[in-house]
């Protein structure tokens, strides 16, 4: 049947109308956008961060966890489990896979001193054993995601006989020689990160989002032109509710940490040139022979690839593969894309590595 110009017309008229009706109903209803849809439950605690369960879904069990290490700090993680049908919480369940998801808290002022070094050997060292009570496995899949690459890697080479089986790492800056935008502006010669601390007791969250939104300066501007022509678009809305919440929700960045990731990472490159010592451990990621993914976005800005891929030669693992995939830092795993492109990419890696003599894992997780 051909369309046309005065049923274009009609279509677009129609649409019209339902756009001003959905933009009334936006200004006036003010009420958050409901998110984090996937039933869980806290089974860990150390200091402020918490480590959530959430329950494989189905009949079968995979034969391992896995637990997640995302960015600590900057925002929430519920991003990883916006909304029903956009949630990699909820995809990766639905293949019968335990999630654990680890989550840093509100760090407020009081937590200024918190450090890299409580990040990966107390927390993160904390909770790799917690899950595998809480499970009853004798292995996990390890997950790293954006700064938890750095803070994952960093446990695997100070914790050589942690049981994991298999990595893998998301989005992941590993050579600082190439930080992109951040990089640049994160340098010795433009950020005295020294003289910012002694001013405040954390990094303050007005420039940690003005550093963001200068990454895309016209985000905003093309996220409200495409609100506009999707209004008629009641789908299109609840997501855009969700995503505009979670990106004007933003978490403290404590002064330790953000003095260390800056001066270790970014200006003096300590990772991957094998200089980085945690409490008295040398950080080598050629100590490293887990099998290991490696994902990189192709439009991202805060871990160009190029950031990302030295990972494939730094560390000693004979199964390792890189894959460079269409998104950003955040559309990567959360975008409208994400189940075709990388959700389905992970389970595929796991499943082809899961230990075969271990079986499946049946019945419930031990309290």
Request: proline letters at 5%; glycine letters at 8%; a neutral charge.
């Amino acid at each position: 049947m051909t369309t046309t110009s005065a049923d274009y017309m009609r279509d677009e008229m129609a649409r019209n109308a339902q756009r001003v009706a959905r933009g009334v109903e936006l200004i006036v209803d003010q009420s958050e956008a409901r998110v984090g849809h996937t039933p869980r439950q806290i089974v860990g605690r150390r200091g402020k961060a918490k480590l959530y369960h959430y329950p494989a879904q189905g009949e079968t069990k995979a034969a391992l966890p896995v637990m997640f290490v995302p960015y600590l700090g900057i925002s929430r993680t519920y991003i990883f489990d916006l909304q029903p049908g956009a949630s990699f919480v909820e995809f990766i369940t639905k293949q019968g896979i335990d999630f654990y998801l680890v989550d840093w808290g509100d760090l407020g002022p009081e937590d200024r001193e918190f450090s890299m070094e409580d990040a990966v050997m107390d927390v993160i060292a904390a909770f790799v054993q917690r899950t595998l009570r809480h499970s009853g496995a004798k292995e996990l899949d390890l997950f790293g995601y954006c700064m938890g690459v750095s803070m994952t890697m960093s446990f695997m080479a100070t914790h050589p006989n942690a049981p994991i089986h298999a990595l893998v790492m998301m989005v992941g800056p590993v050579d600082f020689t190439h930080g992109g935008s951040f990089g640049l502006w994160s340098s010795k010669e433009h950020f005295p990160v020294e003289k910012l601390l002694d001013t405040f007791d954390n990094a303050p969250l007005e420039y940690v989002q003005l550093g963001f939104k200068m990454l895309q300066p016209t985000n905003d501007a093309a996220s409200a032109v495409n609100l506009w022509w999707n209004l008629w678009n009641e789908k299109y809305v609840d997501g855009y509710r969700a995503m505009n919440r979670w990106s004007n929700e933003w978490v403290g960045f404590p002064g330790e940490f953000f003095r260390q990731w800056i001066t270790w990472f970014y200006q003096e490159n300590r990772l991957v040139k094998g200089e980085l010592i945690l409490r008295g451990k040398r950080v080598d990621l050629a100590t490293i022979t887990k099998p290991i993914l490696i994902v990189a976005a192709r439009q991202d800005k805060i871990a160009p690839p190029a950031s990302c891929k030295p990972l494939v030669d730094a560390v000693a693992s004979v199964d390792k593969e890189y894959v460079e995939l269409p998104g950003g830092h955040i559309s990567l795993i959360a975008g409208r894309q994400a189940h075709q492109n990388l959700w389905p990419k992970l389970v595929s890696w796991l499943r082809e590595r899961e230990p075969k003599a271990q079986g499946k894992r049946n019945g419930a997780s031990k309290a």
